[in-house]
């Protein structure tokens, strides 16, 4: 299961480039698209984060690493999870035991439209 922060809005066609509620997910390993049914609630889902997380204890404390990835704009859902996925892999190679977590911030396909995304992020509340 791949986790992610979604701060992207729902649409009819479940695409949005503008900012909304930040919703949870917890997209199956064999999907390669997030979708909004992939919708956790939030202690759902920080309770399987923190368990994929975790990776023994410590004076009965669990422990556990989550990496927060957080993408550039010109980013699709499709590639932040893939990039997230590539990442996971290449840190579990170099033995690392833990989570990543990607946040998708909604932005437009093209960097002309940087300054919107800027706005939308400043009047987001």
């Given at each position: 299961m791949d986790?992610?922060?979604?701060?992207?809005?729902?649409?009819?066609d479940?695409?949005s480039?503008?900012?909304?509620?930040?919703?949870?997910l917890?997209?199956?390993?064999?999907?390669d698209?997030?979708k909004f049914?992939?919708?956790?609630?939030p202690?759902a889902?920080?309770?399987?984060?923190s368990?994929?997380?975790?990776?023994?204890?410590?004076n009965?404390?669990?422990?556990g690493d989550?990496?927060?990835?957080?993408?550039?704009?010109?980013?699709?859902q499709?590639t932040?999870?893939e990039?997230?996925?590539?990442?996971q892999?290449?840190?579990?190679?170099?033995?690392?035991?833990?989570?990543?977590v990607?946040?998708d911030?909604?932005?437009?396909d093209?960097v002309?439209?940087?300054?919107e995304?800027?706005?939308d992020?400043?009047n987001?509340?």
């Amino acid at each position: 299961m791949d986790y992610m922060l979604v701060a992207r809005s729902k649409s009819a066609d479940g695409r949005s480039d503008e900012p909304g509620v930040v919703y949870f997910l917890g997209v199956p390993s064999d999907e390669d698209t997030p979708k909004f049914r992939h919708k956790m609630s939030p202690r759902a889902w920080c309770d399987a984060v923190s368990e994929q997380a975790s990776s023994g204890t410590r004076n009965t404390q669990t422990t556990g690493d989550i990496v927060f990835y957080v993408h550039g704009y010109n980013s699709s859902q499709e590639t932040v999870l893939e990039r997230q996925r590539k990442l996971q892999r290449g840190l579990e190679r170099n033995g690392f035991d833990g989570v990543i977590v990607s946040f998708d911030w909604p932005s437009v396909d093209y960097v002309l439209n940087y300054l919107e995304d800027r706005h939308d992020a400043k009047n987001q509340h």
